[in-house]
């Protein structure tokens, strides 16, 4: 029994800001579990990639992850490119993997599993539904709403939204993916549907302007911890779920949980790739912060 299992594609990615171009592994499961490496909980990745990028893995299960690999005919690629806009990205899909199957993550048990979906198609509402009675799910919900149409990343609603949010336990959603879930422009509100919908602890982040956690009709502002530079937010919202829910496993508060979560995509942003570092870097954050001045 693990405490958290994370289960979503390593990708290919490309990154592209204004300081150059990168290629290196990506996806939410990538930096998720690379952020969560060096906490002191029971973790799992299960992937699926192809044969030529198996390095990323045998990399990871250097740094102490335990990885299940599922074979898949190709890797995912993407390629992500930034503005001098840190929360503004246009991205391109040159590439899909293969989907997660009911029957592939059926010896596998945890307390929370967090699912990473990159695309509309990576996991199955029937996937949802088996982990559901097998532990708590939570969901960043970025790969229910999009699809790829000749290599461009459309945005679409999810279909199965109101059937699949039932067995949601946690939902990670930002802003924009919030409107198109629910229609709603204005937080709170669309917080409260999702919750109606049956979702039990709602995570909207918000980029430079914070978070906000909704649970048992009570609302959570978090803050945002300004980087001392914006180098690279590619995978700030993973991490900051990778915070969230150790510190969640942890029992402490959702309060405590977001602002860890927040601190730690704090420090992710001000290099590229994804956060290597510790516990204790976090909490000195958290101790020493100050408000930059205007």
Sequence with gaps: MYD????????????????GE??????????????????????CLVTKLGESEM??????????TK????????????E???????????????????????????GIEATIFHLGPLLANDIPLELIKALAKRGKVSLDVQGYLRKVENQQVIAIDWADKKEALQ????????EHEMEVLTGITDVKQGCKILSEWGVK?????????GSVIYADNKFYTIPAYVPAIETDATGC??????????????????????????????????????????????????????????
């Design 167 to 174: 067995h949601i336990h946690i939902l990670k959603a930002n």
């Design 237 to 294: 919202g993973d991490t900051y779920m990778a915070g969230y829910l150790y510190q969640r496993i942890k029992g402490t508060t959702l309060q405590e949980a977001g602002e860890f979560g927040a601190a730690m995509a704090s420090l992710k942003i001000e290099a590229s790739g994804p956060f290597t570092g510790t516990e204790a870097d976090i909490l000195n954050l958290l101790v020493n912060y100050k408000e930059p001045a205007n």
């Design 4 to 19: 958290i299992v994370c289960i979503g594609h390593i990708t290919l990615d490309k990154v592209v800001t204004p300081r």
């Design 80 to 106: 992500n490119i930034y503005s001098q806009n840190i929360d503004h990205r246009t991205q391109r899909v040159l590439q899909t993997a293969d989907a997660f199957t009911v029957e592939q993550l059926s």
């Design 22 to 43: 990168k290629h290196m592994a990506g996806g939410t499961s990538f930096y998720f579990s690379n952020a969560i490496c060096n906490m002191q909980v029971n973790y």
């Design 201 to 209: 602890e709602v995570v909207i982040t918000l980029g430079s302007k």
């Design 67 to 78: 990885v299940i690999t599922l074979h898949s005919n190709h890797t995912v690629y993407f």
């Design 55 to 64: 390095n990323f893995v045998t990399d990871m299960e250097a740094i102490g």
